[in-house]
């Protein structure tokens, strides 16, 4: 099993940048494939992106497509979400998932019930 943290929320002014971190406990990290999801008040979790067990692969929402950037260092047992070019609608709570693979390159899917395992979250707040 791995357990998730989530760290490096806070409250932004619109246009600015927040780099969140997500850090693993458990053996064998480099064959977890991690997804970030967000939730704001009212609504239903949904994808940002998602990130390969080596790294090499990510894949985003429409709606970060080009602000958002997920990394990985596998040798930390850690992934990134850089948020750049915040916006108002970008507010949620942002939590990290992890789903095991034995795949070398394995990418998760948007879908939420293929993650296994899931952070506590960290709360971003945009503000105008």
């Known amino acids: 099993q791995v357990q998730l943290v989530e760290s490096g929320g806070g409250l932004v002014q619109a246009g600015g940048s927040l780099r969140l971190s997500c850090a693993a406990s458990?053996?064998?990290?480099?064959?977890?494939?991690m997804g970030w999801f967000r939730q704001a008040p009212g609504k239903e979790r949904e994808f940002v992106g998602a990130i390969s067990t080596s790294g090499g692969r990510t894949h985003y929402a429409d709606s970060v497509m080009g602000r958002f950037t997920i990394s990985r260092d596998n040798p930390k047992n850690t992934v990134y979400l850089q948020m750049n070019n915040l916006k108002l609608e970008d507010t949620a709570v942002y939590y990290c998932a992890a789903v095991w693979s034995r795949y070398s390159d394995y990418a998760a899917s948007r879908l939420r019930y293929e993650y296994d395992y899931w952070g506590q979250g960290t709360q971003v707040t945009v503000s105008s």
């Open positions: 458990g053996p064998t990290f480099s064959h977890y494939a």
